[in-house]
Structure formats: C-alpha cells, structure tokens
C-alpha cells in the first residue's frame, strides 16, 4: 500500500491563543482537500485552544514533547494522558532542540517514545547528524545509533513518524538538497528493514525537516522516500497551506 504522504507544522515556541487561533482560522479553507495528513504540532498550552479551533477541520493537533511516567514529581512536565485529554493526535519526540537545549538523550528519547505509544499517540521521532558530524562523514553512524537506543522495545515500528533532520538545516535556510536528503532517509529505511523487517520499513512514514518553505518542497516531496515534511518556521504562515498543497 502507498503511504500517505504526512506534512507537520512544528510551531516551537511560537504563537499565543489569539494569533494561533487565528492562523488556524486562515488555513483551514486553504488545506481541505489536502491529499495528505495535515497537522500542527504547538506549544503545550496552546493544546486546549487549538484543538477546539482545529474542530471540524482536517488539521490535527500535536505536541511538541511528552514526559515518560504517567504522573509524579516531574516540575513542567507534561504526560501522555494530559494531551489524550484533549484529543492530541500527535508527539514530537526527540527535536534536536531538545537535545542540544534541554540535555535529552537517545535514552530518554527512548523512554518518551515507549510512553507516547503505551498512549495511543503517533511520535514524531526526530534524528539527524550535526554540520560537523556530517563534515566528518559520521551521518550514517549517528543515524544508526540513534535509531538502535530511541527504539529500544519499540515492537511496531509502523506506528512510529520518523522526522529526519539533520542539524545544520534547522532554522538556517540552509535546507538539505534533495539528493541530500533523499540519501539519508533511504539509508533510514534500510536500517529500519534490518531492524524490523523489509514490509514494516516500507510502511513508515518518514519525513524531511529543516528549512522546508513552499519553495523547496515540491523537489523534496518528489523523492521516493520522503514522505512528508515537519515545517518550522514556514509552518507559522499561510505559506504552510502551500506546502500541503504541494501537489496541486
Ligand atoms: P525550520 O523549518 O524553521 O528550519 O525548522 C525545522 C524544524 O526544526 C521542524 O521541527
């Protein structure tokens, strides 16, 4: 079976009740017919507002983190079971900026992503090497070990959204070529083939983020492989409808 192509906004910490719900206003005329998933990861807070102004729409809501316990002495956390409450679809799981900012590791990106799926929600699981790591020629060897520690005890891999971005694309305006791109994330589904099997690998949905704007998508959506798009900063923009229309 095909899949389905899946562009996601990655608001990061961006937007307020008003001009998000606004945004969303603006965009849903502008995404229905979309021929793929569609959804916009914000800020936990914004989760209640904007999941009611995404009603009816065929935008969904997502998150842009998720802790791993169900409940406890974890000051600024938020749960799996927080975002079902208000019908969260989606998780971002791992962003790079995570990682660099916050001190995540593969580990507990590991751990995030087990408590995501015991809850029914779709991680978003970003991976990607740095400038100096691709430079170094080391972006098959992170991706690798990435992908071996944050799936840990992952049994389903097809319930999984792999997010591939690779560092020194984010937010610089310095987007990965489509070959680039294109490259990696089909070594991304190889590695998945040997991990789980051929079939699962062909059925995960794996995407393309970093500086991803209405006028590079069409040639990364063209390749076999890329299956979508996690959009930062285009994604706070009625440029975004342009992206899931990337088809049209
Ligand atoms: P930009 O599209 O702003 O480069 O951000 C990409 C990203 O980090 C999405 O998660």
């Given at each position: 079976m095909a899949r389905k192509p899946f562009i996601a906004g990655n608001w990061k910490m961006n937007m307020t009740v008003a001009t998000g719900t606004q945004l969303i206003k603006d965009l849903a005329p502008l995404v229905k017919d979309a021929n793929c998933d569609v959804a916009l990861c914000v800020p936990a807070i914004l989760v209640p507002a904007m999941t009611e102004a995404a009603k009816g729409t065929n935008i969904a809501i997502g998150a842009e983190n998720v802790h791993?316990?169900?409940?406890?002495?974890?000051?600024g956390e938020v749960s799996a079971a927080m975002l079902k409450d208000y019908g969260v679809k989606y998780v971002i799981i791992g962003h790079s900026e995570r990682r660099q900012y916050f001190g995540e590791t593969d580990e507990t990106v590991n751990r995030r992503v087990l408590a995501a799926l015991s809850a029914g929600l779709t991680p978003i699981m970003c991976i990607g090497e740095t400038l100096s790591q691709r430079e170094a020629g080391e972006t098959e060897a992170v991706i690798t070990r990435q992908l071996d520690t944050d799936l840990q005890g992952v049994e389903d891999i097809t319930k999984i959204v792999i997010a591939y971005e690779p560092v020194w694309a984010i937010g610089t305006g310095r987007t990965a070529t489509d070959e680039q791109a294109e490259e990696t994330i089909a070594f991304i589904r190889r590695r998945l083939a040997e991990m789980y099997c051929p079939k699962c690998a062909e059925q995960v949905i794996i995407q393309y983020g970093g500086s991803m704007n209405a006028g590079n998508c069409k040639g990364l959506m063209a390749q076999p492989d890329i299956d979508g798009g996690l959009i930062g900063g285009a994604s706070l923009k009625l440029d975004f409808a342009k992206i899931v229309n990337w088809d049209k």
């Open positions: 791993w316990a169900a409940s406890g002495a974890y000051t």
